[in-house]
């Protein structure tokens, strides 16, 4: 079975810089033509791409958010995790993260996350 | 940059069909996905590929596709299909972009 579980702060101040532990379990990042990805979601708004890394350790970052964010993986530990520094007011949201497996044919984000909501005060 | 435009909303009766569409410039050259996300809960794949159903989804979940256009319908629309629907595609190969969704209301 396939299990994806975020973790992190759910409170971080203005400027401060948020990491998010996105932890797996039911199939490997060191194995071919698999993804994890960061989604987010303010609140009553629509889902974001955010960042995404690929078994050969290639990763993709939202151009307007490239200059803050880091994604990295632990193959060994089965983990993805994302950073976002200097954190505003605008960036509380529900964190998602999900996989893609070309492998199996499916282009899509077959299996998500519960999600971690994170608030950002001043 | 790219974006892919959802209706806001779309009410319908149950037993009738619902069709949500999703407008797209790349849509003709990239795979469309959709997903279900009920209130407090995370998204959900109900149609990969433009067309294909992922195991577990109802056979009344189908997607299609026609130049910058694809369409979800959802055939004999029950209660539990209450719910908001993303579609989602790429703007290359490397960068993905989500739809601005639609609120599903069953009357």
Not at chain 1, 1 to 9: A, D, I, M, N
Not at chain 1, 84 to 109: E, L, Q
Not at chain 2, 35 to 44: F, T
Request: charged share 15%.
């Amino acid at each position: 079975q396939v299990t994806l579980k975020e973790s992190g702060p759910a409170l971080v101040k203005t400027t401060q810089t948020l990491t998010l532990t996105c932890t797996f379990s039911g199939f490997s990042l060191s194995t071919n033509e698999m993804r994890v990805i960061w989604i987010r979601q303010p609140p009553g708004k629509a889902l974001e791409w955010l960042a995404h890394i690929d078994w050969d350790d290639d990763r993709f970052y939202r151009t307007s958010l490239k200059t803050r964010l880091t994604i990295s993986k632990d193959t060994s530990k089965n983990q993805v995790v994302l950073t976002m520094t200097n954190m505003d007011p605008v960036d509380t949201a529900t964190y998602y993260c999900a996989r893609i497996f070309y492998g199996s044919g499916n282009y899509g984000m077959d299996v998500w996350g519960q999600g971690t909501t994170v608030t950002v005060s001043s | 940059s790219y974006e892919l435009t959802q209706p806001p909303s779309v009410s319908v009766s149950p037993g009738q069909t619902a069709r949500i569409t999703c407008s797209g410039d790349a849509l003709p050259k990239q795979y469309a996905h959709w997903y279900q996300q009920k209130p407090g809960q995370a998204p959900v794949m109900v149609i990969y590929k433009d067309s294909e159903r992922p195991s577990g989804i109802p056979e009344r979940f189908s997607g299609s596709s026609t130049g910058t256009t694809v369409t979800l319908t959802i055939s004999g629309v029950q209660a539990e299909d209450e719910a908001d629907y993303y579609c989602q595609s790429a703007d290359s190969s490397s960068t993905y972009v989500f739809g601005t969704g639609t609120k599903v209301t069953v009357l």
